[in-house]
């Protein structure tokens, strides 16, 4: 039986996903890149992750997402070539096993630099707020600019 469903998804599901593929089509002309092509095991194959919560994760980090697919054993998605090594980095990070070759081998290192479980801040969740020392830090910055402006003012006076 499982035979006969994975035959049913490598040769007649997974092909005639026709919306996914013409929208994949699509995106990848309006965006004029074809993108790279991220492939992730099945949730029912032995995965963690559904193509939802890929898709989710990689929204909330500003990466764009097209071109879903799936076949027998693995679902595919498309990002854009210029966010593949970050979408790449924020998945390894979640800990999303990924079967495509490797994009940037940077990554695998930076991931290993990290706790497990760390997450790097989603850009959604806007800007990062400044410690009291750094804030501290510009004022006393901007506060001897502005000193030494006067300064300067007097002396081209002169």
Not at 25 to 39: H, K
């Amino acid at each position: 039986m499982s035979t006969l469903l994975d035959f049913l998804d490598d040769f007649v599901l997974g092909p005639l996903n026709l919306l996914d593929r013409i929208e994949g089509w699509v995106d990848a002309f309006c965006y004029r890149d074809y993108g790279y092509e991220l492939a992730i095991p099945r949730t029912d194959k032995g995965g963690s992750f559904s193509l939802d919560d890929i898709r989710r994760l990689l929204i909330g980090y500003g990466v764009v997402t097209y071109g879903r697919r799936f076949d027998s054993r693995n679902m595919y998605i498309r990002v854009k070539r210029r966010q593949a090594c970050w979408a790449e980095y924020v998945l390894l990070h979640a800990g999303v096993e990924l079967l495509n070759p490797v994009f940037d081998q940077r990554n695998a290192g930076y991931v290993a630099g990290h706790a497990q479980g760390w997450m790097p801040r989603p850009w959604s969740a806007g800007r990062a707020a400044q410690s009291r020392a750094a804030v501290n830090g510009e004022r006393t910055k901007a506060t001897k600019r502005d000193r030494d402006k006067g300064l300067l003012a007097w002396l081209e006076s002169l």
